[in-house]
């Protein structure tokens, strides 16, 4: 499957931004998805995820409340509403995918073999 992501930029604290994952080669759904993020300095790190049988997700307690991540079939592409920003929501977003993902490894960026291109989100006023 190959992943490509859309949708960062630059948006005021307390704003609002929707990054689109799309997919192609492959049904989208047969895989789990994951949003990840890498801040400079800083190690890659989850953000949401949505397992590829249940659909259940999954959040970092660091945006539970506020991310939103989900799946549109028709369109093969997953999404990741993001509310209520922060600048320590700063950071290049990534979008991933493995068909082969359990419970246990759904937060481990490695365990993932697919990834999108990063896309920039910048939070500041």
């Known amino acids: 499957v190959q992943l490509q992501a859309f949708g960062g930029g630059l948006v005021q604290p307390g704003g609002f931004l929707s990054l689109s994952c799309a997919a192609s080669?492959?049904?989208?759904?047969?895989?789990?998805t994951a949003w990840f993020r890498q801040a400079p300095g800083k190690e890659r790190e989850f953000v949401a995820g949505m397992k590829r049988s249940s659909g259940t997700t999954v959040y970092a307690d660091s945006v539970k409340g506020r991310f939103s991540i989900s799946r549109d079939n028709a369109e093969n592409t997953v999404y990741l509403q993001m509310n209520s920003l922060k600048p320590e929501d700063t950071a290049v977003y990534y979008c991933?995918?493995?068909?082969?993902?359990?419970?246990?490894?759904?937060?481990?960026?490695?365990?993932?073999?697919?990834w999108g291109q990063g896309t920039q989100v910048t939070v500041s006023s």
């Open positions: 991933a995918a493995d068909p082969r993902i359990i419970t246990s490894t759904i937060r481990s960026h490695p365990a993932y073999d697919y």
């Open positions: 080669g492959r049904t989208i759904s047969s895989y789990t």
